[in-house]
């Protein structure tokens, strides 16, 4: 009578790839054979417990973003290049952009721009910070082709207008709006 | 200078080469296309200067990172904060990074670490692995969802109580689908040892959720 399988032996069992001289010990032993079949059963039962976990496309925006901050954070040479990492809020100004076109271009805007909207004014003169992330989406939008607008938001687009035909109300309400969503990812 | 499709992230508006041409220095503009390079080039044109290359590192292994990470924490908060962990880490080791693995196993190295390292300091120190109740079997019907859900739930309690490189080692193999010559990589010692370890977690699962 041969020895037991080990477990290295077992494991190969459950997963088919036992070599066939214990192969023939495992079908003449019956606590060998029980094993087996038992902790194939827990491999099944942890097969079936399991969650695949898949976030929300924002999330890896999002998460781009976070870690870009980080390293920014961090002292790391490659800011540079983890600014366009920015990019993803490119898609949400031109979404809200859309959304003012959709609202048919009458948006109830303050009669004053937010002070976090201070890029659009700050567009006819003053430059803004180059890091404030408020900035660099207006920088961002304000250079928006229709192109880019259309590839963002899978809509019709054929009277949309671009950032820089805003009026200037219209420009803070955008601004207001963005805002608000930027606050959001905080 | 650098062509837009190197950069490409789908589903977003492509104003890379703009931003580019403006932050960039051409240290870093320069070189080839990195979208179709393999992770070992990207590593060297990493390591070269060309910091472009840890994005598509990023964007190619991020969801993998996050769902192993994932499976050690079970919420998506502490994944969340996990994988950005992992990735700030391998940014900053890149640079050091000597090719000895493959990137994929040296990114689960570390977020097997930073995943159990996380476990650590929320498991209760004094709570033994004998805690776990046995599953109560006379409830269990093949056709009742929410029982099965109950001993799902319970399957996976059991795993969370698991010894660290035993519950490792069975995500690895069992949720990620790794080879044990990888798994052996990731947590180190040697293949017998991963498969020894697989054995004892399936066991110690065993005397948990059956009868």
Redesign the interface.
């Known amino acids: 009578m041969t020895h037991h399988l080990t477990?290295?032996e077992?494991?190969?069992a459950?997963e088919r790839t036992l070599e066939p001289a214990r192969a023939a010990h495992l079908d003449g032993c019956e606590p060998c054979r029980r094993e087996v079949v038992?902790?194939g059963?827990?491999?099944t039962?942890?097969?079936?417990?399991?969650?695949?976990?898949e976030?929300s496309?924002l999330?890896?925006?999002h998460?781009?973003a976070?870690?870009r901050d980080?390293?920014h954070s961090?002292g790391?040479?490659?800011r540079?290049?983890?600014?366009?990492?920015w990019?993803?809020l490119?898609?949400l100004a031109?979404a809200a952009a859309v959304l003012m076109w959709i609202a048919g271009r009458a948006p109830q805007a303050p009669a004053q721009p937010p002070a976090t909207g201070s890029a659009v004014v700050a567009d006819a003169g003053a430059a803004p910070p180059a890091e404030a992330p408020w900035d660099a989406v207006m920088e961002?939008a304000a250079?928006?082709s229709l192109d880019?607008?259309h590839?963002?938001v899978p809509l019709r687009l054929d009277n949309a207008v671009l950032f820089d035909e805003l009026s200037a109300e219209e420009q803070a309400a955008l601004a207001e709006l963005l805002d608000s969503e930027l606050r959001g990812l905080e | 200078m650098l062509l837009e499709q190197d950069?490409a992230?789908p589903?977003?508006?492509?104003?890379?080469h703009?931003?580019?041409t403006r932050?960039?220095?051409p240290a870093?503009a320069a070189g080839p296309p990195l979208a179709d390079a393999d992770d070992s080039a990207l590593v060297r044109a990493f390591q070269a200067g060309r910091?472009?290359a840890?994005?598509l590192l990023?964007e190619r292994h991020?969801r993998s990172v996050?769902?192993l990470c994932?499976?050690f924490v079970?919420s998506?908060e502490d994944?969340?904060d996990l994988?950005?962990d992992v990735?700030?880490r391998a940014?900053?080791g890149l640079a050091r990074f000597k090719g000895e693995s493959s990137v994929r196993t040296w990114l689960y190295r570390v977020s097997v670490n930073v995943s159990l390292n996380r476990v650590a300091a929320r498991r209760h120190p004094t709570e033994p692995l004998d805690a776990v109740e046995p599953a109560d079997t006379r409830a269990v019907h093949p056709l009742d969802t929410l029982v099965r859900g109950e001993?799902?739930?319970q399957?996976?309690r059991a795993?969370a109580r698991l010894p660290p490189k035993q519950r490792a080692t069975?995500v690895l193999r069992?949720?990620q689908e790794l080879d044990y010559e990888e798994i052996a990589a990731i947590l180190g010692g040697s293949v017998?040892a991963a498969?020894?370890n697989?054995?004892?977690a399936?066991?110690s699962?065993?005397r948990q959720?059956?009868p």
């Open positions: 477990p290295e077992t494991i190969a459950i038992d902790l059963g827990v491999l039962a942890v097969r079936a417990a399991d969650e695949p976990a976030p496309p999330f890896w925006d998460m781009t976070r870690v980080a390293v961090g790391s040479p490659a540079a290049a983890w600014g366009r990492f990019q993803p490119v898609g031109a961002l250079g928006l880019e607008v590839r963002a | 950069l992230l589903g977003h508006v492509d104003v890379r703009r931003e580019m932050t960039e220095s870093v910091t472009d840890f994005e990023v991020r996050y769902q994932f499976r079970g998506h994944a969340a994988v950005q990735f700030v940014f900053k001993q799902q739930a399957v996976r795993v069975l069992v949720y017998g498969k020894a697989f054995f004892h399936l066991a699962l065993k959720v059956l």
